[in-house]
């Protein structure tokens, strides 16, 4: 007689089946994700955007999408679409592990060059379209109401705004970027500068406090002396 198979053995799932996901970052720093869903939000980007963007900047690792979908619990899609857009804005780089057999993304270390792509991409657009659009009104202004009309001086005042904001934007952002990657550069002597004493200030400012006890004390034992 053939002994029947115990039910608990039966619907035990092999061990080889069984997966525990391991938290990518600790309760405290996943608290903080919102604040980069707010932020992107607010310049008009979806949240996911900001959640996985936040998670990568957070991470002491490269992650794969297939991480990055187990620790935000969003489905493999949307973590293809989000990763591709962040890749897409410069926000993110990925890199083929072949240990791994995947790709792992981290987020960029200079994140100067994130807004440098945002600005040309949407804010330049911008007033390139805005400009397009008043030289548009001005040659239909000046063509059916003459030159002397009182708009047109409005008119070109936009068209130079325009342009003046476009040529500063573009300068600006040569100057950056040639700055971050010159060390022998004015720009970023100063910026370099400007970080040192944001460092050494606190310090010397903690190192008067400090001070200030001991020297109250040696007055006393001159006093007493």
Request: hydrophobic fraction near 45%.
């Amino acid at each position: 007689m053939t002994p029947e198979a115990h039910p608990a053995q039966a619907a035990e799932p092999p061990q080889a089946q069984i997966s525990l996901h391991v938290p990518v970052l600790d309760a405290d720093l996943r608290a903080e994700l919102p604040t980069f869903e707010v932020f992107f939000k607010t310049f008009g980007f979806r949240r996911i955007l900001g959640r996985v963007w936040g998670l990568l900047v957070l991470s002491e690792r490269p992650l794969s999408s297939k991480e990055i979908a187990a620790e935000l619990a969003i489905s493999q899609g949307a973590t293809s679409t989000a990763v591709n857009e962040l890749s897409d804005w410069g926000a993110i780089t990925s890199a083929f592990d072949s240990a791994r057999h995947c790709h792992l993304h981290r987020a960029v270390g200079n994140t100067m060059s994130i807004v440098a792509t945002v600005l040309r991409r949407r804010e330049q657009v911008v007033f390139e379209q805005f400009k397009a659009g008043a030289e548009r009104i001005l040659a239909h202004v000046e063509k059916r109401y003459g030159k002397a009309d009182p708009r047109v001086l409005t008119l070109r005042s936009i068209i130079s705004s325009c342009e003046i904001g476009e040529a500063m934007m573009q300068l600006i952002l040569n100057a950056v970027g040639t700055a971050l990657g010159d060390e022998a550069s004015l720009l970023s002597r100063a910026v370099n500068r400007a970080l040192r004493v944001g460092m050494s200030v606190p310090a010397k400012i903690l190192s008067k406090k400090d001070a200030a006890p001991r020297e109250i004390e040696a007055g006393e034992e001159d006093s007493h002396g």
